[in-house]
């Protein structure tokens, strides 16, 4: 209550800071009648003028007001648009490292152009994040023109660019670029074998347009690069037919927690069950032989009774495909991991693809924390502010719209069950078209949006319908719900980026209408046509009440219903939001007060009537309000458990950077070695014992194993006074003899890049396998919460000792590898290391695409496409006519000369 009367007088801290901006604001427009008067050269010149001043040690907050200036007149003559003040206030907070909260409508890409500028004058590089591909094109196309009238450069990344093409993008003032794109980058230049094949520079500065979607929406799921495993499809199928054995008394289903385990006499019937299939050892299920068949019955569990088929997933040309549980897109080329997209595509009946083993993966929450200074921009940030202040650092700044919003957000309207909802929402669009008024309804899944068309399609009610099956048309029809009459079917805020106009989209109704048409007059003519119709059709929506947003449920997240109420009231349009409620909204089944409403329902309604009240309302924002918070511990969760990986990550990736840049790696090797002996020396000659209690032929034989030589310890016994020291010392000696005898024939230089090609490899390999053993750690280490004890203190104890172990492990097969390498003439030369085959795993919410595709990923056709003509052409044999051979890694050039790798052209099907 005081704090409501405080603010009502002295306004809320966040009015309180954007008022403080308002001198910046001024500063800028005090500069505004110099910089109009600047000839397009001289404008252009101001670049160079701001990056001598900088170089003088002028601060980039004292060059705000100019800069800003100088980018508000250059958007005038190239865009023909003019910055608003409030605009400015944006370009601030997106300077300063703050979140910018922007209604739709209020021209976030314009605003960013602001920030962007005046950091790319450092050149250090700057990136704006957006959440698909179609997007970083427009707005890089889009932007650049202010930019590069500025003299700056611009780059893009998008899939299926070639290394070079990435290297200049990122080496641009300014790139624009995906955030899958940006994290695979980052792995996959930490999977390279030395620095000139990396494409990415040190980070800098990014902005992240629409934030929210991606720092907090997939801040659940990692960017994961990965490889196939050994095939276990039998496995799979003999667990999915024992689980379709088993009845619901068998398991405990909680929908809540999302978990199922069996019950005590499911167990029983599970273990007969699966020893008459053969497919544990001994009777016991839970002995240790069992732990993988284990595994794989709860992960079937999962698949046959938690998974819904056109729920969580689709079954599309015989495939599972996953839809995302934010946007109910199709997720086509990410897979669930762990074994439980088999489990679904085993449970389905379709070809069982093999499971993929973790090579490089990371979050996104410490992907971008990599960034010095990060920012970002959305339309919905305000309900998740402390998430992004604990996580990123970073304060979410509301900013005030250029004019007053004028939606009307009604009350939600309350029925019985689902039935009488669809038949009142069908009955209310029906009135809404009739009337003129475009309407977007948004829904929460493929199936209801499904089944609300059929209703629709009852009642000869036009519409279009946008979901998983149908992304490809999707900012097409986004773009067109703003029109006369339009009835649009969305799930969960499909077209998230492409802005409903009421009258139609400019841009897009040309490209359908005029796409083919070549320039010229007559295209002129047809343009300023379609302009007139839809400033004719723009009045018309405006008096039947502009854009109305039906919402069929309620979201977890109070975020996406106001991502959803926000596409209607753009830039002071009127408009209406409403949402319709039922005791069957999965929100409410499973998380609301579920026996008041019931008791209110039943004893209340009658068939087909509705409940309007505010206290309905705030009963499920309280609902919504629980479940935002289980997310965000389950996002903090992730964060905690990948802050310990993170820290290893950044060791082992710090040290391929120092091994990369060294000219030799020689002295790391010597300490290899001298360590590795040390420790040989002290596990069988512990310090503090005596001569007759040492293992004399353990140390023999782990000698000859890890360096290769016979040393003659029993020798060495026999002298007087003889310590474990002296003996490390002589071993010592020996190895580095023999390692001497070795360069005595050798060039330097090639030895010197075998040493180095020999300790990459070897770091890598361990460190894959060291993911997956963190991987099986993470997953069982809750366990250690029965015995009273922290998990996550747990993990890091015990991820700390594995990499210890993983350090070790490194040192002794680098050493034992070098010191068994027989050398001929010519000397050891490693042949040119590519990446190896490799899944890339994660995909766009927004779009349903999957991002990640590259080079090595993608399909010949593609590969050849990159090529020039004359590169693509295949000779069946060599020059010489003899057959094309094999070089030893499949990622190699092929030795035709054709210029594509050569799993891609004689390696096929190899």
Known sequence: MLQSIANSIFGSANDRYVKSLGKTVQAIASYEPTISALTDEELRGQTELFRRRLAEGTKLDDLLPEAFATVREAAKRTLGQRHYDVQMIGGIALHRGEIAEMKTGEGKTLVA???????????????????????????????AQVYRFLGLTVGVIVPNLTDEERRAAYNSDITYATNNELGFDYLRDNMKYSRDQMVQRPFNFAIVDEVDSILIDEARTPLIISGPTDDKSELYMGVDAIVKQLVDEDYELDEKQKSIVLTEDGTEKAERLLEGAGLIEGQNLYDIANTQTVHHLNQALKANKMFKRDIDYIVKDGKVIIIDEFTGRMMDGRRWSDGLHQAVEAKEGVDIEPENQTLASITFQNYFRLYPKLSGMTGTAATEAPEFFDIYRMNVVSIPTNVGVQRIDDDDE???NITDKFAAIAKEIKKRQDMGQPVLVGTVSIEKSEMLSEYLQQEGIRHEVLNARFHEK??????????LGAVTIATNMAGRGTDIKLGGNLEFLVEDQLGDMPEGPERER?????KEQ?????????AAGGLFVLGTERHESRRIDNQLRGRSGRQGDPGLSRFYLSLDDDLLRIFGPQTMFARLMNKSLEDGEAIVSPWISKAIETAQKKVEARNYDVRKQVVEFDDVMNDQRKVIYEQRADIMDADHVSDVIEDFR???????????????????QWDVERLKTDVSEVLGIEPPVADWLEEEAVEPELITERLQGLADAEVAAKLATLDPQNWADFEKQILIQTLDHHWKEHLSTLDALRQVIYLRSYAQ????????????????RLLVAIREDVTRMLMHAQVQAPPPVMPPVGLPDFITQHIDPLTGLDDSADQDAASRAGAMAALPAAAAAIPETMPDGSPVPAPESRN??????????????????A
């Open 534 to 542: 839809i400033e004719a059709e723009k009045q018309q929506v405006l």
């Open 113 to 143: 152009t602001l920030a962007v500028y005046l950091n790319a004058l450092e050149g250090k590089g700057v990136h704006v994040v957006t959440v698909n591909d179609y997007l970083a094109k427009r707005d890089a196309e889009w932007m």
């Open 414 to 416: 309350f029925y019985k």
């Open 474 to 483: 999707e900012a097409h029809i986004v773009a067109q719900a703003g029109r």
């Open 892 to 909: 190699a050039p092929c030795p035709c000369g054709s210029g594509l790798k050569y799993k891609f052209c004689h390696g096929q099907g």
């Open 526 to 530: 047809g343009i300023e046509r379609i």
């Open 789 to 804: 004890k922290k998990p996550i203190d747990e993990y890091k104890q015990e991820a700390f000792l594995l990499f210890e």
């Open 674 to 692: 001298a360590e590795t002996i040390r420790s040989l020396v002290e596990v069988s000659c512990p310090p503090g014992t005596y001569p007759e």
